[in-house]
């Protein structure tokens, strides 16, 4: 008998049934309540056909390389049809009769069939891999590249944990449906089209006889249908849970410590590892209790084909090596037949992960570059009037009033302006604004008297340097984080030490013992506070935009780190348009101009001695100052 040496992992092989060990399924979850500020999971599911419709052109560029892999998947159920044929002749002749000089030429011919079959297989699954992993590539820079693009409140609304985890896993799922998917059916209706000719060939009532079972697997496989799609989902989610869990314990450690919150991070992690362990054994037993009811199917038509075969053989009409040859033409024949019919399934498995990438992918960003006929590109660097013009914002989806409201103001170029108010005012509203996160509902905000939305965001975004309250540091060396503020031409080691003088910088970043070359990283306290805003203050140096925002500059330092930092801060504002937003009013001091937001609306602005005098918000703000 000959066995079925296809493995698993063989792409030109039938698929590997993906209910019982999909990489998926080793990783579960259960129903679960959405918590606060969780990914709104699974707003609309998309069918197989759709998510293979949405993915598919993303093989572009590589299908005549899938086609070759069909070629070559043709080649091996080719090869493997002609292997039997030639094991039923070295049965009969050779071994029957016991006969040697019958041995040579068809063990001759079997095993050039057999290395023909092993160099095609071997080209196939090389480049069935190859193709999957460009996909993988591309779906991935895709899903990533538009993620970039999506407006903050998408990211506050997911968790990173679970965006990260259709950043992998869901992405590693849709490839199981669009190429390995294409490739596994294809091997799989070729292997079923040539075992099934060459069994009916041999004996076709007896082939007939076998094929009256391919709808019972068929049949089967739908019944289980429903009930993987769900487990599936529930998976995928479970993954993002568990995934985000663990990221945010990891990012809040120190709070977690400071709290003593330890035990309720650990029973918060156990829940989320309970449900996916649930999900996990749901998925393991839905898959093994389809395995042993295919597998007692198989063993009945087996049965059948031997007890037929046996009284086909008595009559003298089958010989012993047709039969065996023909039970091996049936033993290869129900794998790609199941693999068949669980093509639904390996596509339904996959749509609970499409819906997860697509709920990214279809997700709108909040602004877009201006069409070509609307665009005015601007010269290289802007002279930096700002000019806001009666602006109005609320933030989509928020159920609260407007964040901003009819807000008015200018600002020229050498301006040292402080933004100032309650918490919730609107002030860093007015950042994410000026930046372009969001457009504004009504009202217009112009850069050098062009409407912002005019300019290509590049060009926006490359005259104005933010620097956010909390540092923006990258894995890389400090000269790397200086450096970055300019992309071209590339900064030179001399350039970098300036700007860290500029910044009261170099002092410190020449005392580290690696120096410029020191590598820090996002949450890593090898630089305090005040260091990092300085290091900043450098790159925004380099930068040179004409347009500069801090927000809340000072916050998070002790007085005399934030007293150390106001020099640089006064080197890098001069000659640029500079608005401050921040609650430490002794920045507001010396400022050309002050507004005052409160709920949204400008309530004052003036200068320090103006606003002082007239006895308002602000003064009552600066009095009650510590
Ligand atoms: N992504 C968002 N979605 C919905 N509402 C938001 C969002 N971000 C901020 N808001 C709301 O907009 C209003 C203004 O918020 P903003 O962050 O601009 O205030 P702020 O003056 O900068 O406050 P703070 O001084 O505390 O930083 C607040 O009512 C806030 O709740």
Redesign the pocket.
Same mark, same amino acid.
């Given at each position: 008998m000959v066995h079925d040496r296809r493995s698993e992992t063989d792409p030109l092989a039938t698929p590997a049934a993906p209910l019982t060990t999909p990489p998926e399924a080793r990783r579960p979850s259960s129903p679960r309540t959405q918590l606060p500020g969780e990914a709104p999971i699974l707003t609309r599911h998309v069918g197989p056909v759709e998510a293979f419709h949405r993915f598919w052109p993303l093989t572009r560029g590589d299908r005549r390389w899938l086609l070759t892999v069909i070629g070559c998947a043709v080649v091996t159920a080719l090869t493997e049809t002609a292997a039997i044929l030639l094991f039923a002749e070295l049965t009969d002749h050779a071994l029957a009769k016991g006969s040697v000089s019958a041995f040579w030429s068809p063990a001759g011919a079997w095993l050039a069939v057999a290395v023909l079959g092993a160099a095609v297989g071997y080209l196939g699954n090389s480049l069935a891999a190859w193709i999957a992993e460009r996909f993988l590539l591309r779906l991935r820079a895709r899903v990533f590249s538009h993620l970039q693009k999506l407006p903050? &409140?998408f990211f506050?609304r997911n968790r990173r944990g679970d965006l990260v985890e259709r950043l992998t896993g869901d992405i590693d799922a849709i490839e199981r449906l669009v190429v390995s998917g294409v490739v596994g059916a294809s091997a799989a209706l070729f292997a079923t089209l040539f075992y099934g000719a060459a069994a009916l060939w041999l004996r076709w009532e007896l082939a007939l006889a076998t094929f009256i079972a391919a709808p019972l697997f068929y049949f089967a496989t739908r019944r289980f249908t429903g009930r993987i799609r769900q487990v599936t989902r529930r998976q995928r989610a479970a993954d993002g849970a568990l995934t985000s869990v663990v990221e945010e314990t990891l990012v809040n450690v120190v709070l977690t410590q400071a709290y003593n919150r330890q035990r309720d991070e650990e029973e918060r992690l156990v829940r989320e590892a309970r449900r996916w362990l649930r999900a996990s054994v749901a998925s393991a037993r839905i898959g093994a209790l389809y395995d042993q009811f295919i597998e007692v199917l198989e063993t009945l038509c087996v049965l059948a084909i031997i007890g037929l075969g046996a009284w086909e053989i008595s009559a003298g009409r089958l010989t012993l090596g047709q039969l065996l040859a023909f039970a091996a033409f049936i033993g290869y024949l129900y794998p790609p037949i199941r693999s068949l019919g669980q093509l639904g399934l390996t596509a339904t498995a996959a749509t609970a992960a499409a819906d997860r990438l697509l709920e990214v992918l279809d997700a709108h960003p909040a602004v877009a570059d201006p069409p070509p006929s609307r665009a005015v590109p601007l010269p290289d660097r802007a002279h930096g009037e700002l000019l806001v013009d009666d602006v109005t914002f609320r933030?989509p989806h @928020?159920s609260?009033h407007a #964040?901003l409201s009819s807000l008015s103001f200018t600002a020229r170029p050498g301006d040292f302006v402080v933004v100032t108010?309650p @918490?919730? #005012?609107?002030? @860093?509203?007015l950042a994410a604004l000026l930046l372009r996160f969001y457009d504004p509902d009504t009202g217009t905000i112009r850069l050098d008297g062009i409407p912002i939305d005019r300019l290509p965001l590049s060009d926006l975004r490359r005259n104005i340097t933010l620097l956010p309250q909390e540092t923006l540091v990258l894995h890389d060396t400090i000269e790397r984080n200086i450096a970055c503020g300019r992309d071209a031409p590339t900064p030179t080691h001399d350039e970098v030490t300036r700007a860290a003088r500029a910044a009261d910088a170099h002092g410190f970043v020449s005392a580290l013992p690696d120096g410029y070359d020191t590598v820090i990283a996002p949450s890593t306290a090898a630089l305090s506070g005040g260091q990092l805003q300085r290091v900043a203050i450098a790159r925004a140096m380099l930068r040179d935009a004409p347009v500069l925002i801090l927000d809340e500059p000072t916050t998070g330092l002790d007085t005399l780190a934030a007293q150390r930092i106001l020099a640089p801060l006064h080197h890098l504002a001069a000659g640029r348009t500079t608005l401050v937003?921040t &609650?430490d009013l002794d920045l507001a001091v010396a400022a050309d101009h002050i507004l005052v937001?409160d709920d949204g609306h400008l309530t004052e602005s003036g200068t320090h001695p103006q606003l002082l005098a007239r006895g308002g918000l602000y003064a009552e703000l600066f009095e009650g100052r510590e």
């Open positions: 903050p &409140h506050q933030y @928020s609260q #964040a108010g @918490s919730g #005012a609107g002030k @860093s509203t937003i &609650h937001l």
